[in-house]
């Protein structure tokens, strides 16, 4: 626990599409194409500041679920098969939005805990808080430099 992943893709498990609804054209196309929703040349800029800073960015697939419990062990099992690398309970409806509206989406995951049935541990919320204060000082550092990255003159 405590790695930081980069997304680059996602399964939307959480039984929800934030585009459901009243279609407000103004906002973007009704069906947007997820097919690369997450920038790979902004990936790019990902790995080249991690690798600066000595980091090791993963990176993979995250399954999205509703939450706010935990996954079961056979949920993460079905995963697995399905290709995630991680699951969380956030970040899949902002990017869907986001793409929907035309806005370049680069997403990091805070790997907090080993996912259900991987360790005999039980999962508690407590161990996610402490990861995320481990692990803060260098999350906040990477997005800082990337910012000062994307705010560079391309080249």
């Known amino acids: 626990a405590g790695d930081l992943m980069l997304m680059t893709d996602h399964l939307n498990l959480m039984g929800a599409n934030p585009l459901r609804g009243s279609h ?3 906002f973007g196309e009704r069906f947007p194409d ?3 929703a997450y920038n790979a040349e902004d990936a790019q800029v990902f790995d080249a500041v991690a690798a ?5 960015l993963k ?4 399954a999205a679920f509703s939450g706010p419990s935990y996954e079961t062990p056979a949920e993460i099992r ?3 098969i399905l290709g995630a690398d991680a699951v969380g309970m956030s970040t899949v409806p902002e990017a869907i939005v ?3 509206m035309g806005i370049r989406v680069s997403a990091v995951s805070c790997i907090t805990n080993m996912a259900a049935g991987i360790t005999e541990k039980a999962l508690s919320h407590q161990e996610v808080i402490e990861t995320t204060e481990r692990v803060r000082t260098a999350f906040i550092a990477l997005l800082n430099d990337v910012i000062q990255e994307f705010g560079k003159p391309p080249r």
């Open 78 to 80: 079905m995963v697995q």
């Open 98 to 100: 986001a793409v929907q």
């Open 52 to 56: 600066r800073q000595g980091l090791c």
């Open 24 to 26: 407000h054209p103004e």
């Open 34 to 36: 997820l097919t690369h």
């Open 59 to 62: 990176k993979g697939v995250y």
